[in-house]
């Protein structure tokens, strides 16, 4: 199949129209989108990404009003877009128009994305887009259209060339569907801050906790998300200070972290970071938590590529962004 690789958001708003597969990127990760209004399209996705057909997907909008069209918006969900919209914040709301996919679930997961460029593009396709991240299931979010078009050149119809992801995580998902506010999903808008607006808001144990590691014998990695292929260990600063000083001649073993002070300051950074592999050095120095959000998944990407085994990730700083990327992290050592 040739791909449509192109940044005319008219010419990729016909392929939704057409019940066609479309990548996109938003300010979160990049997106693989169909159009909500057609279940055959929706479906293509599931079998592209080999994503079971039990985990629904996000219908991405263009305005709060046409959010407020399809599902019952109420006013609290409203004050939270107003907030955080467009923004990477997903609300699971009450469904008006059950024609929308998927079409036997009450609720629908809506979010409105960052980039005009995308909005617009939503907007002519007829809106809403239902897009889940584009990877192929179990692994990590893609955040690179260098990765994208590995995996999916010629395999999707079209690809939305616009501004690439930035925060590096998927959006905070909020459930209002409940008495009680839930936190599905942590992400870079955190429980502190929706609390102003939600100040009943629950956090259920099963969102910040590693699943694989409460359900050891659960089959298969079901619970295994965001995770590249090789074993990742988060660790603390010591350990991971340790492990960078005594393993760092192993050549199959990578670092992401804080590690400005953790390489020797004498010239030696200079000859580790010659072991590049196809362009990409073995560490990855951050220097926030956003950083390190926006850097994740396309170092695990580029570790994977290169045939490394085990990632020590040093642990996030405490305070700002730390909440979304933690869960990530403890996601990715699976358990
Ligand atoms: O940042 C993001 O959210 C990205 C970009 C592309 O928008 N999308 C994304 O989609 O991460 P996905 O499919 O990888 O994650 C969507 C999450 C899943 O955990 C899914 O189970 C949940 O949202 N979800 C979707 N619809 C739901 C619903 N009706 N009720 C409960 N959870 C829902
Ligand atoms: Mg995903």
Redesign the pocket.
Known sequence: MKTLISSDVRLLANLIQEGKVVIFP?E????IGASTKLEVACLRVYEIKGRPKD????A?FHSIDAIAAVCELGEVGRKLLEEFSPG?L?L?LPKKDKSLFPKD?E???V?I?KNPVVREWIELSGGPVS????NLSGRP?LTKLTDVLRYFDGVVDGILEAEEPSFGI??T?V?LVGKTPAL??P?SIESKELVSILPDLWIPETTLKNDSRTIPLSPGTKYKHYAPSARVILASTEEFTYSLKTMKESKTTAWIGFIEEAVEPNGSSERFAKRALGGMAWFCPVSSNEDYASKLYAFFESCDLAGIETIFCEVPKSGRGEEGLRNRLEKATGG
């Open positions: 938003t979160t990760v990049y997106g985990n629904p997907l996000i991405h990477p997903t699971i679930l609720t629908l997961a979010r994305p897009a889940p991240s584009a979010s998927e959006s998902v459930s599905l999903r992400g």
